[in-house]
Every structure is written in C-alpha cells, then in structure tokens.
C-alpha cells in the first residue's frame, strides 16, 4: 500500500464464503482514478459486488469501487450501439435502452449488477444456448492499467488485452467504460409455458432439442433420493411476446434490493424445509398456474428479483454454488455418478436447475456447446465433503466449473478442469510482469 490513508471496510463475498478487511475507494473522476491506482502496488477493482466469489477484493488490498462511473457516454439508435461507463447497473442500462425497444439479451440474473462488473465475469443470460455470452456483444472498452496507462481495446486494436479483459476478472486493469452492440427486443412481455419433467435426463434432451429455437428454456428440478423420479420437475420455455410489442415500451421498474440480513442468523433451510417448499412449488404450477401465461420482464429476466430472502434463509454461513458445462455425450453417465454420490452423502441441495450454454471455451471464459447445471447446497462438513467428491467427478468428465459461482474451488481441479488455464496466465504475465491486480480468487487460483 501507498502512505495514502483509504478506509477500511469489511467485505464479505456475496455466498458469506470470504471475508476480508480492506481498503476502499470510491473515485469519481478519472484523473483520482488513475492517482489511486498508481499509489498502489496491489489493487483490484470492483463492481457492484455481488460476485459470488472474491473476485473484487483480497485482504490489505485497494479495492477500487467503480459505481460514480455510471454514465452513458454515447448512444446511436440507428446502429443500435451504446457507449457506457463501467459502473452502470443493469437496471440503469436496460431502462434506457428499453424506451428505444433495444436491449442485450447477455445479461445475469439479478438487476443491480454493473456492467463492468458483467464484462469481466463474461456473463450470460437464460438463453445461454441461444445468444452466447456478453462477449459477443462487445465492440469496444476502455482500461486504465497502473503501469500502461488508457488502453482501447477492440478485435481491431490491442486484441490480445481484449480477449484477456472480457471474463478476466479485473486481473488485466480497470474496465472505464465499454460499447456494446444492441439488438431490438420484439415485444413488451413473454409468454412462458410450463411443461413436467420426469427425469434430469430428460430435461436435458428437450433443451437440446429447442436450442435452435428463440426462446428461454430452463428448468427447475427436484434432487431427493426418496422421490420415485430423481430430478424430476418442470421445464420452462420464455418467448418474447411480439403480438404484444407497443412503441415507446416502458421500461420495468426495479425496486431496491432488500436481503433481510439481520433476519437470519441461522441457517433455515434442512431437508424438511426443502422438501416442504419442492412440494408447493411443483403443485402451484400443477394446480394453480395455467401451462401457458404472459409474463412479465423482470420475473423472467430477473428470477430472484424480489425473492432476495432465499439467500437471507442460508443463515451466516451462507451457501455454496455449483454451476458447471458438461458435455451432451458425457452427460448421462456424469449424473449416473452424481446420483450415487447424493445417495451416499445425502446433501441438502436447496436448488437444481439445468439450460443450454454456447459458445468457446478459451482463457478463463465459462463457454462451451454444453449443458448448464446449478445447484446450490447449504454450507455445512457434509454438503462440502459431497462437493469434494464431485470435484473427481469434474475432472474424470471434463467438466467446466464456474470460479466466479465457486468460491471453493482450488488450484489443482481448476487447472486439471480449465486446460487453457496456463496460457492466461502466461498472457497476463506477459502484459503485466508485475502482476499489480489481484484478488482472492486470483491468488487461489495462482493466476
């Protein structure tokens, strides 16, 4: 650290896995931008932080918070192409894009994350299958790196620092600002039909079978060795509604989030509870939901908007999330394997839920034609031992599994699970010999 005095603050990732005491600041010009990181020699920067894992801060370490930056900086309706700074949130972003009927569809599930923050996660949205991740809607970024100074980044310009940056985790410099490609979103709403599944497998060859199409389809499944149906449940398919499309379509309204910290101290969900809510939940949609409805834009874009107090009921030890790519070959006998292990170790698996995935797996990028899987489990010996057990599994099948939704994952399954892992590091090595910008999940990492 430099003799410069910052404030300290406790950080805490977003699944209650790491905290940290750090240094904070929050600049909100560029010329206090670049003096704050060149009186550090170790720094990160930071979004909105609701990353998972620590990607945005490590002990004794600046974090550099982005959210006075939140600017649109240009826009072009007739080239449908936006220019914004990093610390926008993706609610500001979408409710001035949706006045003009323009949008990204590359967008994660929760309103309040930045798009910087988004850019170096290189995130996706429900129709991974179908539109890929953020990548691809990227035209051009601007950085600021203690040591190189304001780079422009692009396909045409510094390519090499391009593909490092989008899903980079912050490791290659500060995100300023970036502009994005747009396309027009067709309608004003969704209309969402709801079918049962009786299997994973199954699921997962009917979202197969739809990846060509241009919908959002997902699942939510039921993981309990006790049911007659392992993973059964229900698939949903979102459409955008183009019947209903209205010029000048108002924007949804985001309110606040509200994640009840103090409501919980303990840890609320057991396989009672868990089983107790799997049950309304099905039977709602069996009994009291129609098989096809409209729907509106934040419940399918935004699925826990407004029900923040799922993470609340995890209790002060949080949780841990599992979001892996798998092969449709390989698939089948992975979950063979898996359902032995749920079998032997019994885990409190509060979430299950499957969709497609595309793209190129490259760098630390969490891309691939591939099917998606998340779970989440509550943090206790048991469920992290059955994890452990899965991480064999990982690599025996080649799997792919997030780091910026696994905040344990460690060095050895992640170099055996991400074979590109070694050229990052001998890229970013090359670009930054002093490796200035690090976090906690780049020092477990070792990138």
Same mark, same amino acid.
């Given at each position: 650290?430099? $003799?410069?005095?910052?404030? $300290?603050?406790?950080?805490?990732?977003?699944?209650?896995?790491?905290?940290?005491? +750090?240094?904070?600041?929050?600049?909100?010009?560029?010329?206090?931008?670049?003096?704050?990181?060149?009186?550090?020699?170790?720094?990160?920067?930071?979004?909105?932080?609701?990353?998972?894992?620590?990607?945005?801060? &490590?002990?004794?370490?600046?974090?550099?918070?982005?959210?006075?930056?939140?600017?649109?900086?240009?826009?072009?309706?007739?080239?449908?192409?936006?220019?914004?700074?990093?610390?926008?949130?993706?609610?500001?972003?979408?409710?001035?894009?949706?006045?003009?009927?323009?949008?990204?569809?590359?967008?994660?599930?929760?309103?309040?994350?930045?798009?910087?923050?988004?850019?170096?996660?290189?995130?996706?949205? &429900?129709?991974?299958?179908?539109?890929?991740?953020?990548? =691809? +809607?990227? &035209?051009?970024?601007?950085?600021?790196?203690?040591?190189?100074?304001?780079?422009?980044?692009?396909?045409?310009?510094?390519?090499?620092?391009?593909?490092?940056?989008?899903?980079?985790?912050?490791?290659?410099?500060?995100?300023?600002?970036?502009?994005?490609?747009?396309?027009?979103?067709?309608?004003?709403?969704?209309?969402?039909?709801?079918?049962?599944?009786?299997?994973?497998?199954?699921?997962?060859?009917?979202?197969?079978?739809?990846?060509?199409?241009?919908?959002?389809?997902?699942?939510?499944?039921?993981?309990?060795?006790?049911? $007659?149906?392992?993973?059964?449940?229900?698939?949903?398919?979102?459409?955008?509604?183009?019947?209903?499309?209205?010029?000048?379509?108002?924007?949804?309204?985001?309110? $606040?989030?509200?994640?009840?910290?103090?409501?919980?101290?303990?840890?609320?969900?057991?396989?009672?509870?868990?089983?107790?809510?799997?049950?309304?939940?099905?039977?709602?949609?069996?009994?009291?939901?129609?098989?096809?409805?409209?729907?509106?834009?934040?419940?399918?874009?935004?699925?826990?908007?407004?029900?923040?107090?799922?993470?609340?009921?995890?209790?002060?030890?949080?949780?841990?999330?599992?979001?892996?790519?798998?092969?449709?070959?390989? +698939?089948?006998?992975?979950?063979?394997?898996?359902?032995?292990? +749920?079998?032997? =170790?019994?885990?409190?698996?509060?979430?299950?839920?499957?969709?497609?995935?595309?793209?190129?797996?490259?760098?630390?990028?969490?891309?691939?034609?591939?099917?998606?899987?998340?779970?989440?489990?509550?943090?206790?010996?048991?469920?992290?031992?059955?994890?452990?057990?899965?991480?064999?599994?990982?690599?025996?099948?080649?799997?792919?599994?997030?780091?910026?939704?696994?905040?344990?994952?460690? &060095?050895?399954?992640?170099?055996?699970?991400?074979?590109?892992?070694?050229?990052?590091?001998?890229?970013?090595?090359?670009?930054?010999?002093?490796?200035?910008?690090?976090?906690?999940?780049?020092?477990?990492?070792?990138?």
């Amino acid at each position: 650290m430099s $003799k410069t005095i910052y404030e $300290k603050h406790k950080l805490t990732s977003f699944d209650k896995n790491y905290s940290a005491e +750090v240094f904070l600041k929050n600049p909100d010009k560029y010329r206090q931008l670049e003096k704050d990181s060149l009186n550090n020699t170790n720094l990160i920067s930071r979004g909105a932080g609701y990353s998972y894992a620590a990607a945005s801060f &490590k002990k004794e370490t600046l974090s550099i918070g982005m959210k006075n930056f939140n600017r649109i900086l240009n826009f072009n309706e007739k080239q449908k192409q936006i220019t914004v700074e990093a610390g926008i949130s993706i609610k500001e972003f979408l409710s001035f894009t949706l006045r003009f009927g323009l949008w990204i569809p590359q967008i994660p599930g929760y309103p309040f994350i930045s798009i910087g923050g988004a850019v170096a996660s290189n995130v996706h949205g &429900k129709s991974g299958g179908q539109h890929g991740t953020i990548r =691809h +809607v990227i &035209k051009h970024m601007l950085i600021f790196h203690k040591d190189h100074g304001w780079l422009n980044l692009s396909e045409d310009e510094n390519k090499n620092i391009f593909d490092l940056t989008i899903g980079g985790y912050g490791l290659t410099g500060t995100i300023v600002n970036v502009t994005l490609k747009l396309i027009e979103f067709e309608g004003s709403n969704f209309q969402t039909s709801v079918n049962k599944v009786s299997s994973i497998i199954e699921t997962i060859d009917l979202i197969k079978k739809s990846k060509d199409k241009k919908n959002f389809v997902y699942s939510w499944n039921r993981i309990d060795t006790k049911l $007659k149906n392992f993973g059964d449940g229900l698939i949903f398919c979102n459409n955008i509604n183009v019947q209903s499309k209205e010029k000048n379509f108002r924007p949804p309204e985001f309110k $606040k989030p509200k994640f009840l910290e103090n409501l919980s101290r303990f840890c609320f969900w057991n396989k009672f509870s868990v089983k107790s809510f799997s049950y309304l939940y099905l039977n709602y949609y069996n009994y009291f939901k129609k098989d096809i409805f409209k729907d509106n834009f934040n419940n399918v874009i935004f699925p826990f908007l407004g029900k923040e107090l799922y993470f609340t009921l995890f209790g002060n030890k949080g949780f841990l999330e599992n979001q892996i790519l798998i092969d449709y070959n390989k +698939v089948e006998p992975f979950i063979k394997e898996f359902k032995n292990l +749920v079998d032997l =170790h019994k885990p409190v698996i509060t979430l299950f839920s499957i969709k497609g995935m595309s793209g190129e797996h490259k760098y630390l990028r969490f891309e691939g034609d591939m099917i998606c899987l998340t779970f989440d489990v509550v943090n206790n010996k048991k469920n992290l031992n059955f994890i452990k057990q899965l991480d064999e599994l990982y690599i025996k099948y080649d799997v792919v599994p997030s780091i910026i939704k696994d905040s344990r994952i460690d &060095k050895y399954v992640f170099n055996k699970c991400y074979k590109f892992a070694d050229q990052f590091r001998g890229d970013l090595k090359n670009f930054d010999q002093k490796r200035c910008y690090r976090s906690e999940l780049s020092d477990r990492l070792d990138l």
